[in-house]
């Protein structure tokens, strides 16, 4: 299993701390998807970000125990996290974390389940995912209300669920002058960039090698007549499979 490094923080990055993280073998971060406040990502900072080669990975959190609020503060913040997604230029298809960031007791995670699921339907062209402990891993999983699991080590007393996209490992540390939160991940992490995707390979209806096993039939046939008007369709179906297959004309 591959196995990436990243790290969290609350702080933005600037051109010479995300370079400085990329140096020292960073792949992703993981920034704050909130409307407003200090910890809040923008699109200049997402745009630093990506021209620096991390990936990022959006989480939403306003208050460590929000999801409390169950289904009506889901709903509410899933229509935040939209609004605040197209604001940073966030492409559709990647995923939005959502924040359990206590320590959530059983009694709770009824709750919990109904504020992810909620966030969920509210986030219909991203996908879902969600931060918190071993056991909101298991009970989220097991209810089937996202795709995407970030578990921290936090409140987990030693136990790591098997299916988790993210793992936070260490909390508090300070690197380049800000403070951070280690994390590793092992695909399927949801991320994403602003820097649009180099265009696909070309993709020809036609393999060259078939092409080339047709054209001597032509240049036979080419060659079988003295009519000027047939010499010049042989030619032009001749070009014709060279286009269809990437080849220049002759």
Not at 2 to 30: E, H, M, Q, R
Not at 32 to 42: E, M, N, R, W
Not at 68 to 74: I, N
Request: charged share 15%.
């Amino acid at each position: 299993m591959k196995v990436t490094k990243g790290f969290d923080c609350s702080t933005p990055l600037t051109v010479p701390t995300a370079a400085a993280f990329v140096n020292d073998g960073y792949l992703f971060v993981a920034r704050y998807l909130v409307p407003s406040g200090f910890k809040a990502l923008t699109k200049s900072e997402a745009d630093v970000i990506s021209k620096a080669g991390l990936q990022l990975v959006s989480v939403f959190e306003t208050t460590a125990n929000r999801a409390l609020g169950g289904r009506t503060a889901g709903l509410a913040d899933g229509a935040t996290a939209l609004q605040v997604a197209k604001q940073v230029g966030q492409p559709v298809g990647s995923c939005i974390y959502f924040a359990v960031d206590f320590d959530a007791s059983s009694t709770q995670m009824a709750t919990i389940i109904a504020y992810i699921q909620a966030a969920s339907e509210a986030t219909p062209a991203y996908t879902t995912g969600v931060y918190g402990s071993y056991s909101v891993m298991e009970a989220v999983r097991q209810a089937g209300v996202c795709s995407h699991y970030w578990q921290t080590y936090a409140w987990s007393g030693g136990k790591k669920s098997a299916f988790i996209q993210i793992y936070q490992y260490l909390n508090d540390v300070t690197e380049h002058g800000i403070g951070i939160d280690h994390d590793e991940s092992y695909g399927n992490e949801g991320w994403w960039n602003t820097i649009s995707p180099p265009d696909p390979p070309v993709s020809y209806p036609l393999a060259a090698s078939d092409a080339n096993a047709i054209i001597p039939f032509l240049s036979a046939g080419y060659g079988a007549t003295s009519s000027p008007d047939a010499r010049e369709e042989f030619h032009r179906l001749a070009n014709e499979l060279r286009k269809a297959s990437g080849q220049p004309e002759q």
